[in-house]
Nanobody
Framework: QVQVAESGGGLAQAGGSLNISCTFSGLASNERTMAWFQKVPGNEREGFVSITPGGKAIYGNSVKGRFAVSRDNAKRTLYLHMGSLKPEDTAMYYC??????????????????WGQGIQVTVSS
């Protein structure tokens, strides 16, 4: 049974930073492209970073230069460092994993394992 556990997040001030992480249990995450998504009420989940097992990543324009993704395949853990935070970064954050061999994508379709979501709130 696959389990996905997210941690970190919480409250930060604008201009500050936060770290969140996501650990996958029960699957070989080192074969899978993973991603982080944001969701605000009323909107669909929006992918903003995707990373291959080898560490190649793509970022959405909204976070490029401010957020950094990394992963530890041995620990089956995905990390996100969020810097220069803005109030508009306030959202639920979800990690996700694709089927083995799938490439980079910021689209939710194709990600088959999801974390439960973790709240990040940025105050102005």
């Amino acid at each position: 049974q696959v389990q996905v556990a997210e941690s970190g997040g919480g409250l930060a001030q604008a201009g500050g930073s936060l770290n969140i992480s996501c650990t996958f249990s029960g699957l070989a995450s080192n074969e899978r492209t993973m991603a982080w998504f944001q969701k605000v009420p009323g909107n669909e989940r929006e992918g903003f970073v995707s990373i291959t097992p080898g560490g190649k990543a793509i970022y959405g324009n909204s976070v490029k230069g401010r957020f950094a993704v990394s992963r530890d395949n041995a620990k089956r853990t995905l990390y996100l460092h969020m810097g220069s935070l803005k109030p508009e970064d306030t959202a639920m954050y979800y990690c996700a994993a694709r089927r083995p061999g799938s490439g980079l994508s910021l689209l939710a379709d194709g990600y088959i394992y999801w974390g439960q979501g973790i709240q990040v709130t940025v105050s102005s």
